[in-house]
């Protein structure tokens, strides 16, 4: 760890910069397994929180970080845990701008998940609160997941061409208290994002709807 730096707070606080941009930073995390529908949930909800809340919102796609951020990360144990840490660090810089992060990885590791919550939930040097953090458990049986399978990562998986893969040989640890539990076998898209902007409004971390003209 460096050792030979210094926090730099900004001049800007956290309930300052809320006020003048109308709206509050938090991270929706998203996870569940491979094929559970996290991409397409995220990308309809950041599409519905710019276009019909007029909120900032942004989406942090599993796949799309690995290409940049955390292309020299595989899927080790160790790897997994790292891709984690540095979203959650990145999810977190985006809330404090006042901006909803959207995060869809499987975040298979439940300790890790705890970690990036209390990374977003400890206040910051010179605030007095820390960030909100809504973990959404987007659920499927590995059976539809593998009906699913898109990308013919199961297949793979059970022929032993994909090593350490998440609900076949590495474990997936759900969830125990999510804020949101999105059953996902059985519903549409749709009807997903309705329930997590359902729970935004309900608590206060939207403004209100812009009214029809």
Known sequence: MS???TYHAS??????????????????WLTGLSASGKSTIAVELEH??????KVAAYRLDGDNIRFGLNKDLGFSEKDRNENIRRIAEVAKLFADSACVAITSFI???????????????????????GLPFVEVYIDVPIEVAEQRDPKGLYK????????????????YEAPI?????????GISVQEAVRQII???DENGYLPPAPKAE
Request: charged letters at 30%; glycine letters at 6%.
């Open 3 to 5: 050792t030979n730096i």
């Open 177 to 185: 208290k999510p804020e949101i539990h999105i059953r996902n076998d």
């Open 198 to 200: 359902a729970y935004l």
């Open 107 to 129: 975040s298979p590791y439940r300790a890790d998940r705890d970690q990036a919550r209390q990374l977003h939930e400890a206040p910051a040097q010179g605030e007095s609160t």
């Open 156 to 171: 793979k998986a059970r022929e032993g061409v994909i090593k350490e893969f998440t609900g076949i040989s590495a474990p």
């Open 11 to 28: 001049a800007v606080t956290r309930d300052e910069r809320a006020q003048l941009r109308n709206q509050r930073g938090l991270t929706i």
């Open 48 to 53: 519905q929180l710019l276009r019909d809340r």
